[in-house]
């Protein structure tokens, strides 16, 4: 087991070759480590999201996962290793909130996808971690998008990643929740050793939770260091185009 | 909880399988010819007692039932992959277009090679289905990549069905020879004169299609959170796409080569099935959908003989009276609650 277990090396990504929305990208991710993405809006957050987690082919470079290039990975492989709680939700019909939490135990179960009783146990734990035990026989598209939200959490973590890969996380939830997905975020990557790679608007929440930030802005990464480091007002000005002096965050 | 669900599944199952077997009774006792019960009996052990009974059983109505019954299904999984598919609620082989494809090619396939004094064998005809139905899908694939409105796509689906149906019956007009009184017939969709080899072959190839479907009821499952997040979980979604695609293609393929286009089964069935289970999980849903589809075949094709008999309605006629009120009802139900 390497130390790393994300590294990205001298990555570009957009969906064109003659386009690419962000070039040069390389940064690499610890076990257990929360690195949160910020920058304008547009500026290429999800798409670089996506393209870790292999949606999108990297234009050129390479991305490995606990040391393997991902594009030489099976889908199922990759599974194992990544789980992805992204921004948009899915529409489903008659679909109980437990089927959706089930739905992560995908790469471990067999042919027919029966579930046994330890993938049960997993659901379970996942469920009370994310405190939607109440909404097991509710209906996914007839809850809050908020709960909604965690139920997808708690569905990703079900899937027993190394790597949990998250756009816009705290953007359903309300301020309790968002302060409850912190710590969870917290426990998990302590209890578990999961990394975390996550997009966030909320400069507060990025400097709570991370370990490390990642800016990106102009189609280059302009600053990856430790929170500390990154987060002063004057950064955070010139990253988002302030007037000097207007960022009163911290 | 889990142990109410499934008593709430077997109930359902229950429920279904009865309905058949009473569809079944009555569309052997029930026609022009009233049969009595022990008649059929006695056909069916081929203790022929009454010669005339016996042949209408055996020649005619046994084999007409289990048509219906195949191919109801064949259509209801059919239209469960499309829906499935396009995250598509109405999607169906004939709101779509496949269907009309499939009658499109059949139909120029039959003139062709009838002028040239050629017989179709019952595989020639659902590989020229297939062929059609392809065409179509490749067609919805296309306008797909290009939107994700639902009422887009079914808009272009229709207009296809329309354009084939154009062609179809122009082609039946000039064709001049007197096959194509069947063939005309056929393009209306009905299940009569279908013969016991045609059983043969269509039960094997729905038989295959309808397991091969079953045992994709994992990825099926995966695939009904959306495509990105079928990916994450480990889902090859493009060899999926494809298996869905052709699977469905085949069904769809065999229906309209056996008994012409019909109508909302594919819509209307897997939705009232859904309903009823009150859940979406392939697993059990799919062997519903094949249940329900044959169920509802058999009811609309009991009506189509009985209601003017002698005269019969073609199927599509049944289906679409009975499917496009379930068909809205659907939508407004939708609409109103937060079931999108």
């Not at chain 1, 070039?23 to 996506?50: H, Y």
């Not at chain 2, 999607?91 to 059949?106: D, E, H, Q, R, T």
């Not at chain 2, 045609?198 to 994992?218: D, E, G, H, P, R």
């Not at chain 2, 069935?269 to 979406?280: A, G």
Request: net charge neutral.
């Amino acid at each position: 087991m390497s130390e790393e277990i994300l590294k990205v090396s001298n990555v570009t990504i957009g969906y064109k070759s003659d386009a690419p929305i962000v070039s040069d990208v390389s940064f690499e991710i610890a076990r257990g480590q929360i690195v949160s993405i910020i920058g304008p809006n547009g500026a290429g957050k999800s798409t670089l999201l996506k393209t870790v987690s292999g949606i999108i082919n990297p234009i050129g470079g390479s991305i490995t996962v606990d040391s393997r290039n991902i594009q030489d990975m099976k889908p199922i492989e990759m599974a194992q290793k990544i789980a992805v709680v992204s921004t948009k939700h899915p529409n489903t019909e008659w679909m109980t909130c437990e089927e959706v939490v089930e739905a992560g135990r995908y790469p471990y179960t067999g042919m027919m996808g029966k579930l046994s009783p330890e993938d049960h146990d997993i659901v379970n734990e996942a469920m009370e971690d994310m405190n939607i035990i109440k909404l097991r026989d509710a209906y996914f598209n007839q809850i809050s998008d908020g709960q909604r939200q965690r139920v997808l959490l708690a569905r990703a973590v079900c899937q027993q990643p190394e790597l949990l890969i998250m756009d816009e996380p705290t953007s359903f939830l309300d301020i309790k929740y968002k302060l409850q997905m912190m710590e969870w975020l917290g426990r998990l990557t302590s209890k578990r050793n999961i990394a975390v790679l996550t997009s966030l608007h909320e400069i507060a929440i990025v400097k709570r939770v991370s370990d490390k930030v990642l800016c990106i802005r102009d189609g280059r990464i302009w600053m990856f260091d430790d929170t500390d480091k990154v987060l002063t007002e004057s950064n955070i000005e010139k990253l988002y185009d302030l007037d000097e002096g207007a960022y009163h965050g911290f | 909880m889990k142990s109410e669900k499934n008593r709430k599944y077997i109930i359902s199952y229950v429920i279904l399988v009865i309905s058949i077997i009473i569809l079944g009774i009555l569309n052997l006792t029930w026609g022009s010819v009233d049969i009595s019960i022990n008649d059929i009996i006695s056909a069916l052990t081929r203790n022929n007692d009454n010669e005339t009974a016996a042949a209408i059983i055996m020649e005619i109505r046994f084999p007409r039932l289990l048509g219906a019954a195949i191919l109801g299904g064949a259509l209801s999984v059919s239209g469960f992959l499309l829906q499935t598919f396009f995250n598509n609620p109405i999607a169906g082989p004939f709101v779509l277009g496949i269907s009309s494809g499939a009658k499109l090619v059949v139909a120029i396939t039959m003139i062709t090679f009838l002028n040239a004094g050629y017989i179709l064998s019952s595989w020639d005809m659902i590989f020229a289905a297939f062929v059609g139905s392809m065409i179509c899908m490749m067609f919805i694939l296309f306008v797909s990549r290009y939107t994700h409105r639902m009422g887009v796509l079914i808009i272009c689906g229709v207009m296809i069905g329309y354009f084939c149906s154009a062609i179809t019956d122009f082609a039946v007009t000039f064709a001049d020879d007197s096959n194509i009184v069947n063939l005309h017939n056929w393009s209306m969709g009905s299940f009569s004169g279908i013969s016991w080899s045609n059983i043969q072959v269509m039960a094997i190839v729905v038989a295959v299609t309808t397991v091969l479907t079953f045992l994709l009821s994992k990825p099926l499952g995966a695939f009904l959170l959306g495509e990105s997040y079928a990916h994450h979980m480990g889902v090859n979604v493009g060899k999926l796409k494809l298996q869905i695609i052709v699977l469905s293609g085949i069904l769809s393929a065999c229906v309209t080569a056996f008994a012409g286009p019909i109508s909302f089964v594919g819509i209307a069935v897997p939705q009232i099935v859904k309903r009823m289970f009150k859940s979406t999980k392939p697993i059990v849903v799919i062997p519903a959908c094949f249940l329900g589809g044959s169920a509802f075949c058999l009811f609309a094709d009991l009506i189509a003989r009985i209601l003017f008999a002698p005269t019969e309605l073609s199927i599509s006629t049944v289906t679409s009276f009975l499917g496009a009120p379930i068909v809205i009802w659907i939508m407004l139900k939708r609409q109103n609650s937060k079931e999108v």
